[in-house]
């Protein structure tokens, strides 16, 4: 989401008194723009919390596809009867909510991956 | 809002061969493994945004990330430059994110539930852990039933305490006093608490009372015998014990009998079309083989000292003692009524009975073997697990787990194939898991009732148990045939 509000710089009545040599006043000046961004963690931010996206991402992809597997394996068994039908349709449903949650997953991994990601 | 009821099936015989049971065992397992994996990572997605929120902490000044202020220089991948120096501060598009982490929530939460509640389909309709849930119960039991013996002030006073602590909470949540609390919430302590008391009654509370107690299971039942050893004169003197079973003609009787869910309906039915009480119905039944069936229809405790089926009754019924048990009212009259309805010694016999109607089944199979040939019987909300019920004679208990009634044997029902019992679960108000109990309100009401009863047997029917299909096959095997008449016959007992 781009911010179209001006940063306040350092000084500025809104980040208060702090004295201008304090180490809070160059965090501050540092991550305002005053010095290079490079010096502002919010690049490291950026990585690690894309980082735990992913993997999160990844993980939830394997799990769906483990669910996908068992379901498979339920829908071989042989269960008759009124009972073995709502069984078995349920578990139509089920691999229906599997590939849902994998493919959501993808589309979760690919979304990080790409510069829509990243303002 | 209905009440609901989840069952479970326990013992009985199928047609699934060992090989199918350890198939089906793993795909429950391999389903309820990939619905906790799905469960943990719903959690994860969830907390998603907060952990995220934490990282942002790593730089608390950045403008971007704190998402204040950004200059109007925008870069073409999105980053921003702010203040013009060169200085460009990048942010993950948060919002966005939170959206993904919500929606894939939400997949892995239906997923999962999805899943649990296929493995736990399998496992009620092929009762995969109902061997290891009895021995867990059991263990419990003879747990509890030493700690009330070793310390029976302290026992009382617990359970006393829990008793009224689950009254105030349930009262609470209902928003009206309801001391019916007391009994269903303390039903997992039940049988081993009237074990303790059994035993205490009947050997006292040294060492020796507490082995007896643990290799024992049928403790209420002795102690049953001693009580009735008083109890039996004193109620003949007070009320008599001169027996009179007379046919009689109701405005509104029951239907034909063709499953174990007609046995039921028509227990109850005895009740709503008010057949007056202390009375049975006799179904007469003409198979295609020439031969004559009978389903004789037993209702339960109706309070009148002139019935057969009175309140004290019921301990007579209970003991251990084969005599007491015979020349319990109910039984006499049971007995007196089939005899005269013409019941032969080799006609095969159902009998269905609620609550003391379900222990009066039990004798009748238990102790009338010489008279009757009672094939089948069904019980709802009747302590019977004690009866020494013989292997011709095949067994279908119905219970609800916090009914009490059903509990005070003590014991858990042997498990056999020709004995099942399906347990209804009975679920906390509001939650509308498994089959909705008719005629059930806002508040917690008693159930032992009989349709609790109806609704566990529909539920567990729902499973598609092949050993609860083995026994409803033997049932309509017994009566299988044309109804020729249905009979009512009335006990009255007087000095």
């Known amino acids: 989401m781009t911010q179209n509000t001006p940063t306040p710089s350092f000084g500025q009545a809104s980040f208060g008194q702090a004295p201008s040599g304090s180490p809070l006043a160059q965090a501050i000046r540092a991550s305002s723009g005053q010095t290079p961004a490079a010096q502002c963690g919010c690049a490291a931010v950026l990585e690690d919390s894309r980082a735990q996206a992913l993997t999160l991402a990844a993980s939830s992809a394997v799990i769906a596809q483990q669910a996908a597997d068992a379901l498979a394996s339920a829908a071989t068994l042989t269960w008759q009867g009124e009972a073995g039908e709502r069984f078995h349709a349920t578990v139509r449903k089920a691999s229906v909510l599997a590939q849902d949650l994998e493919s959501g997953s993808r589309g979760t991994a690919g979304f990080l991956d790409s510069a829509e990601a990243v303002l | ?495």
């Open chain 2, 1 to 495: 809002m209905s009440a609901h009821v989840k069952s479970r099936v326990y013992g009985g015989t199928g047609t699934t061969t060992s090989a199918d049971l350890d198939r089906f065992g793993e795909v429950a397992k391999a389903l309820e493994s990939a619905a906790l994996a799905a469960e943990r990572i719903d959690g994860h997605w969830q907390s998603l945004p907060i952990q995220l929120r934490h990282r942002r902490s790593a730089a608390p000044f950045c403008p971007k990330l704190g998402g204040t202020a950004a200059s109007g220089s925008v870069m073409a991948d999105g980053s921003c430059v702010v203040g013009g120096t060169g200085g460009a501060h990048v942010s993950l598009d948060y919002a966005a994110v939170t959206s993904h982490a919500n929606a894939r929530a939400a997949e892995a939460a239906k997923l999962s539930s999805t899943l649990q509640d296929l493995s736990d389909r399998i496992i009620r309709a092929y009762s995969l852990y109902s061997n290891a849930e009895h021995a867990a119960a059991r263990i419990v039991g003879e747990m509890l039933q030493l700690g009330a013996l070793t310390e029976p002030g302290y026992a009382a006073g617990i359970f006393a305490a829990l008793a009224g602590a689950s009254v105030l909470k349930g009262s609470l949540e209902e928003g009206r006093f309801n001391p019916i609390y007391a009994v269903t919430d303390s039903w997992w302590a039940q049988e081993g608490l009237l074990a303790a008391l059994g035993t205490g009654i009947t050997n006292g509370t040294g060492g020796k009372a507490k082995l007896h107690g643990a290799v024992s299971t049928n403790e209420v039942n002795e102690a049953a015998g001693k009580i009735s050893e008083y109890l039996a004169p004193l109620n003949n003197a007070a009320f008599g014990d001169r027996l009179m079973v007379t046919r009689i003609r109701p405005l509104h009787g029951i239907g034909e009998t063709r499953t174990i869910a007609d046995s039921l309906t028509n227990v109850h039915d005895m009740r709503l079309n008010k057949v007056d009480y202390g009375s049975i119905a006799i179904q007469r039944y003409l198979r295609d083989d020439g031969t004559t069936a009978w389903m004789v229809t037993v209702p339960g405790t109706d309070g009148h000292f002139d019935s057969p089926f009175s309140w004290q009754t019921n301990v007579e019924l209970m003991s251990s003692d084969a005599e007491q048990r015979k020349a319990a009212d109910s039984a006499r009259m049971v007995d007196e009524a089939m005899s005269r309805a013409g019941i032969g010694p080799d006609d095969p016999v159902a009998i269905v009975g609620h609550s003391q109607g379900g222990i009066v089944a039990a004798t009748m199979a238990a102790d009338f073997s010489d008279k009757y040939n009672i094939q089948h019987i069904v019980t709802a909300g009747s302590p019977v697990a004690n009866h020494p019920i013989g292997p011709n004679t095949w067994v279908t208990s119905i219970e609800v787990n916090d009914e009490l009634v059903s509990n005070l044997d003590g014991a858990q029902n042997p498990m056999s194939p020709t004995w099942l019992t399906v347990r209804g679960m009975s679920q906390p108000l509001g939650v509308e898991r498994g089959t909705a109990v008719e005629n059930t309100g806002d508040g917690k009401s008693i159930t032992h009732d009989m349709n609790y009863m109806k609704a566990t047997w529909r539920d567990a029917e729902k499973l598609g148990s092949t050993a609860l299909q083995g026994h409803e096959r033997h049932f309509r095997e017994v009566i299988g045939g044309e109804l020729k008449e249905t009979t009512y016959w009335r006990g009255r007992i007087s000095k």
